[in-house]
Each structure stands twice: as C-alpha cells, then as structure tokens.
C-alpha cells in the first residue's frame, strides 16, 4: 500500500519539554485520518512538522514520498486550528493570494477562488472585506483558502470547532468528497463522535506519546463490548445495575461495561423495569470510551511510575 | 529573489498603498512642511499695520528726522523708482513732475546718502500717494516694505496738536488703551545729553519689531546731533563708529580663498532637514513592519503562510513589502520637494530660496533615497525580531524601548555633527552602522572624504547581512511562540541553533 505519509520515530523538544516522542505512523493515500488526543497531547507539533514549519529533533518524515516536505508544500493543505485572515483584503483576493502562495498562477487562482466561493454560497460577498465577515464566513473562506490549489494531502487541525451544525455538516461533506477523489485527509479532534463517524483511521497521542494507531475497526477489535443505551427517566439507577463495573451517563444515552462473562440480557431486563429504553446495543465499545480508558491508564503507569522511582 | 518573496512583498505593498489614509498622510507631511516653512513669512506679511504717535518733547524737535531716517531705506526705493523709466502710477507720474530737488544720480556716493532735502521731497510724496499704489508696489517687491507696516498717526491727525504736553500724554496712553494706536514714543526734552526720559508705551509686550526699528532710527539722529554739537568732523565719526564686519570665506578647490556665497551656507544646514527627514521615513517604515508582524502574529495568520512559504522567505517578503512603501513614501517627498523648489520662486515673489536651491540638489536626493534603504533595512531587521517574540503591540512598545533610545542618538547629536562635518564625533558614529545613514547624511554638507563613503557602506551592507541572518533565526521559533515572551538566555540560545 502506498502512503501518504509516514513517521519514523519523530521526537520533538523544546527546551526541557519533549512535546512530541518517538512517534512512527504510517498514512495510507486516500484515507480519512483521524489524530486523537488532549489538549496538549501533541497533535499540532506534529501536524507542524508534517508542514515543516517546525523540524524533527529525531526521526524521519516521508510526505508523498519524499523526505523534505518543504520542496511540496505546493501539494499540501493546511488549515491551522487558530484560524485569521487579513481584514482589509477582499474575500476574493486573499482565497486567490493563498493560492498564488502556492504557486498556482495569478489568473487561474482568482478565477478559482471566485469559483469557489460562489459554490460554497459566498458570491455576494467576493469583493467585500474579510473584516466584515461573520466568524462562520471567515472560516468558510479559510478552508476554500486551504483548498483552492486540489491538494493531494490535507491537514485540518480541529476542523470542527466553533463551527455551527450548518456549516459542521459543510466541512463533513468537504472532506468526504476530498477522500472521494482520493486525496488524504488528516484531522486532529478531541469531539470522539466525529472522529468515529468519519475516520477510516484514527492515532491517539497522550502526553507526547503514541497509544495506539490503526483502521478504526482494528483499534476496536479485542476491547470489551460495552451496553450503549438510549434511555428516559432517572438515570442514577443506572449506578445500581448489578454486575456493571462503569457507567458513563450522558443524561439521554449512556455506556455501560459489565463484568467479564455477565449476559448483558439479565441487565436489560433489570433496566426495562426502572427506566424507558428507546435503543439497546451490545457492542465494541465507542472511541469516547475508548479515549478515556487510555488517558486513564496511561496516567495511572505514570503515576505507578513516578511513586516506584520515588521510593527508589 | 524567491517567487514568494515577491508574492509576500507584493502583498504587504498593496494593502498599504491602496488605502486611501496612506496617500493622505504621504501628503499631508509635505504640505505641512511647506506650511510651517511658508508660515512665518506670511504672517509677517499679514500682520496687521501698526499705528503709532510720537510725543516730541525735544528742544531740537527731532522727530522728523526720526521718521526720515527710519524710512530711508523706504524712500530710497521710492526715488529708484521715480528715476527707472517703468510705468508708474499717474500719482507717482505727478509727484515726478512736481519735485522741487533733483533726485540723486546714479551710483553717486550721494545715492546712498542723499541729501536731506531730497529725502524730505520722497516722504511727501509717499505721504501723498494713495495706499492702493503703495501696496500695488509693495506686492510688486518694490521695496517700502515698511512704508504701510508701521504708520505715523501725527498728533494734528489725533487732533492733540494744541493741546498741553502732560494732557496730550494723558490722551495718548488712552488711545493706547483702546487700541486705536499700537504705541507711542516720547521723545526726551534734552536728546543730546541725556537719554533718560525716551518712552514707548505700548500694551503689547511681545511685539517689539516696531520698538525696535524706530529706536534704531532715533540712536542714528541722536548720535549725529551729538557729533555735530561736538563740532567734530562728520567723516571722522563716521570712520569711528564703523563696525568691523568679516567677510566670510573658504579655501576653493584651487587652493585659494573664495567668498562664501549665500547657497553654500545653506548648504551646510541643509543636511539638518534631510537627517530629520530620513530619521522619519526610516522610524515610519520599521514602525509599520513591527505594527504589522505582531498583527500577523497575534491573528494566527502566520501559521497558514507558513504552510505555504519558509518563515525566511515571509521575512523578507514583508521586509521588502513595506520597504517598497516607504520607498514610495520617500520618493512621493522627493517629487514634493523638487516641486517645491520649482514652484516656489515662481509662485512667491521676494523671498531668497538659496536653501532650495541646496534641496534640489541631486546628489542630496539620491543619497538621501540610498540611505533610507540602507537604514531602514537595518531597522527592520531588529524590529521583525523583536515583533516575532512579542504578542501584543503593548509588549513590543516596552522591548521597543532600548532601540527608541538607540534612534534618539543621530538627533541628539544631529547639530555637533553638522557643526563639525568631519569632527571626531561625526567620524565616530558614521561607522557605528546603526547610525551611518543618519550620520553620513549629516555630514554631506562636509563633505566626508570618498573613501568613508565606501568603508561606512560596506559596514553598513554588512551588518544588513548580519542583521537579517540572525533575525531570521528569531523570526523562524519566534514567530509561533505564544504567550510569555522568550527570555534574552532563550533568544540568544535560538541565534546559536543551526
């Protein structure tokens, strides 16, 4: 299989701070990449190092198979998570200037940005001020910026956020049709729901270091399943479920794990009793699980760690 | 230069250019130069006419003189004009006719002192002429400036010409007090022996143009009373209260003296303006690049450029940008100012322009526009770093705060340098880069020997080069920093990385 993209044990440092650790990935072309973590994790160092803005201390990085993706900038896209534009350039100018940046030629890049803003329902605005725009617009011009020049690798950091249901359900359908014509999609997210309706792969991050990394379906594959349940009424019954070992309630839905070998049947007959259930599943568990269960287990060996090297 | 350098540059140039309060405020510096330079002269010109009396209390009765001899300068026009064969008013034309003494022939020792009988024919024909031809002659640069500038009320015109001198006194100071007269002078019993009881009473204090000028007049009438009562020979005073003036002169190019002409002197101030012009266009433009990186930074911007171009080719892309501005902002001065120094002998008559003359001057203007590059590339270089580690304009105003006092120095020392062009002072800080264009501008009036020329700008090009190398470096981490600054260990940590 060919890669879009590959990472062999990337460590980056600043100062005393190791923000990105001993990472390797590998990208398949043509997928949806999901980058999973906290705040913090690592995600946007890395995302920066694959858009050579900043340099591995350690390690390699092979972008469409080639090691320095400072001579392909022109190929890639990027959509940083803090998003500005120029408030006195036109909506029109500054999509065209991102484009001419790279290096598409001056008339092919205004006649495409126009294009593209028609498409995306900004015709009205394409000679007007980017400073009088609604946040919404700005980011909408900001991703046809990104995308103006058909890049064959996109990275959004955090696409999603602060965009209303609208324009959310926009940039989904933006980046499934990017992988339609098979280009590579990377995202970074903490909202786990999106990752899982729309990531082929996914790769979490914690604390600089990589948990895990793979197609969605594999990274499920040997968890405990879990009880996922939409339900009305009181849920603090759901606390006194014998045999259940944790219960994240979300006040509508919940995610129940029971204890290895118990019939998940037995439970949904003990809920029937005390709650209305709208939908009951017995499956592999979400990656919101999925997401906690790794923080917290990897900040347990942390701290194991740090309590044995204190007794030392 | 790397295409998107170009594409930066283009960028930041446009979107300065195109607003409209950048050609308003390119604009606006010129013409409140010209203003402040024009100001004062035609202020003087629209002051208003000071009236005055004079209360003769002298034995001799000696203000006539007085008054002749304050408006000599006044009346000799006059008669120059009268004697020229150019059109003349149809009063003046009758006043010719009418004149009982001859005027003075041309260039005879007379024509400078003339007789006093002629003078007194002059003031009454200026006296009769009506003050429409005066200004008319006047705003022809005929001379007689003073002629509508300063005018005698005499007491028969007050209509206290009858009247005793203590009431007339009294009458006087009223008229003082509501305004009707600007001053009046009282003129002591005994001018010859003591000068004790001469007045000028006026309720302006400020204004001592008038005061002065009459009491000139009134010490020349005074001491040749004196002289003529000590029966000593006029001549001989003459050549005793002369003053010794030194003619002013420098050694040519041939080795010997040579008169200094008016233009050259200017020539030697003129660097004084283009020093300050240049310390303006230079702290503009490195201002506007700081403005503009800490902008850039602060709205996250710079991360999507980053992705696109290499954070040394955005540097020099907005360092050339906004030198392309500040280029057009000089530039627009230049084609101001040559303008000007077209202009303004045409447009305004009477007015000694050596200075523009100087201004004009090619080598000036091209050295001027050299400089401002040179300057501003050093400036900017400091400046984009300090932007890029900064989060906030407020931040970078207080880590702006040495290099404020660094730009203070070619200001300070702006008057010692033109003073002494090739003095120690000057020689110094002309191969301190930071303050070669400044200084070097300031001594062009010397001028500098050729080969400072080439030592201080290869100094200068070099540390342009040094400068931009190890902005680069901060600007690459500095520029994606958030929140607190990086401390001075840091930067200089980040100059030392590869």
């Not at chain 1, 948990?211 to 009181?234: C, H, N, T, V, W």
């Not at chain 2, 020349?220 to 000590?230: H, W």
Request: glycine share 8%.
């Amino acid at each position: 299989m060919q890669h879009a993209l590959i990472l062999d044990g990337v460590t980056k440092r600043f100062g005393d701070f190791t923000a990105v650790d001993q990472l390797s990935l590998q990208i398949p072309k043509g997928c949806i990449y999901g980058f999973l973590g906290q705040n913090g994790a690592g995600k946007t160092t890395t995302i920066r190092m694959v858009m050579s803005i900043f340099h591995p201390d350690e390690g390699s990085i092979t972008v469409l198979g080639k090691p320095d993706a400072a001579s392909l900038k022109d190929r890639l896209g990027y959509l940083p998570e803090e998003k500005g534009l120029y408030k006195k350039m036109r909506t029109a100018e500054i999509v065209a200037y991102f484009g001419k940046l790279k290096g598409m030629d001056s008339t092919t890049a205004n006649l495409k940005a126009r294009e593209l803003l028609t498409t995306y329902g900004l015709g009205e605005w394409l000679d007007k001020k980017c400073e009088s725009l609604s946040k919404g617009m700005g980011q909408k011009v900001q991703l046809l910026g990104t995308l103006i020049h058909d890049p064959e690798l996109v990275i959004l950091d955090e696409p999603f956020s602060g965009l209303d249901p609208v324009n959310r359900d926009l940039m989904r359908d933006t980046i499934l049709r990017m992988k339609h014509e098979g280009r590579t999609v990377i995202f970074s997210t903490h909202v786990m729901e999106q990752a899982e309706q729309l990531c082929d792969h996914v790769m979490m991050l914690h604390r600089s270091k990589l948990q895990f990394a793979g197609p969605l379906g594999e990274i499920k594959q040997g968890r405990e399943f879990s009880i996922q349940l939409d339900y009305d009424g009181d849920g603090r019954v759901l606390q006194q479920l014998p045999g259940a070992i944790r219960v994240n309630d979300h006040g509508k839905q919940a995610e129940i794990f029971l204890q290895h070998g118990d019939d998940p049947q037995l439970a949904l007959r003990w809920l029937i009793e005390r709650i209305t259930i709208r939908r009951f599943e017995y499956r592999a568990p979400t990656l919101h699980e999925i997401f906690v269960r790794t923080v917290e287990s990897a900040n347990q060996k942390l701290a194991n760690k740090a309590s044995t090297e204190g007794a030392r | 230069m790397a295409n998107k350098t170009i594409l930066v540059a283009q960028r930041e140039y446009l979107e300065n250019v195109r607003t409209k309060t950048f050609w308003i405020g390119i604009i606006a510096f010129p013409v409140i130069i010209a203003i402040s330079i024009s100001a004062g002269w035609i202020l003087n010109k629209l002051k208003q006419q000071q009236s005055y009396a004079v209360l003769d209390l002298s034995a001799q009765k000696i203000a006539d003189r007085i008054e002749r001899a304050a408006r000599t300068p006044d009346l000799l026009a006059l008669g120059k004009l009268l004697k020229s064969n150019e059109q003349l008013p149809a009063a003046l034309q009758r006043a010719k006719a009418g004149m009982k003494n001859a005027l003075p022939i041309n260039g005879s020792n007379e024509e400078a002192n003339p007789p006093e009988e002629v003078l007194i024919d002059l003031m009454q024909v200026m006296r009769e002429l009506p003050a429409s031809d005066l200004d008319t002659l006047i705003a022809s640069n005929k001379g007689m400036s003073t002629a509508r500038k300063y005018e005698h009320q005499s007491l028969q015109q007050l209509g206290l010409d009858t009247l005793e001198p203590a009431v007339q006194k009294k009458r006087l100071n009223e008229l003082v007090e509501k305004g009707t007269l600007f001053a009046f002078f009282e003129i002591g019993v005994a001018p010859l022996t003591s000068l004790g009881d001469f007045n000028y009473v006026s309720n302006n204090l400020t204004d001592g143009a008038l005061r002065d000028w009459y009491g000139e007049a009134a010490t020349r009438v005074v001491q040749s009373l004196r002289i003529k009562d000590a029966k000593l020979d006029p001549k001989v005073a003459q050549a005793i209260a002369e003053q010794v003036r030194f003619r002013e002169q420098k050694v040519g190019k041939d080795g010997d003296a040579q008169d200094v002409k008016s233009g050259e002197k200017a020539n030697k101030y003129a660097p004084f303006g283009f020093v300050y012009l240049l310390w303006v266009a230079i702290f503009t433009a490195a201002q506007m690049l700081l403005t503009n990186t800490v902008e850039e930074k602060s709205n996250r911007i710079i991360e999507v450029l980053l992705s696109s171009v290499s954070p040394l080719e955005l540097m020099s892309g907005k360092i050339w940008g906004i030198a392309a501005t500040g280029l057009t902002i000089v530039g627009s001065w230049v084609v101001c100012t040559l303008l000007g120094v077209w202009l303004a002998p045409r447009l305004i008559t009477g007015m000694d322009f050596p200075l523009m003359e100087v201004i004009g001057d090619p080598l000036y203007l091209i050295s001027f526009v050299a400089y401002f590059l040179g300057g501003y590339l050093l400036f900017a270089a400091i400046l984009v770093g300090l932007g890029s580690v900064t989060n906030s304009l407020k931040e970078a105003q207080n880590l702006l705060q040495p290099v404020f006092v660094l730009m203070m120095v070619p200001l300070v020392s702006m008057f010692f340098v033109v003073q002494e062009p090739n003095g120690t002072v000057a020689k110094v800080l002309s191969y301190i880069p930071l303050f070669t264009p400044f200084t070097m501008m300031n001594r062009a009036g010397g001028p500098p020997a050729a080969y400072e020329y080439v030592i201080t700008g290869l100094l200068l090009l070099v540390s342009v080069i040094v400068a931009f190398r190890l902005a680069g470096k901060v600007f690459r981490i500095g520029v994606l920093m958030t929140g607190n600054p990086p401390k001075l260990r840091e930067i200089l940590g980040w100059l030392r990385a590869k």
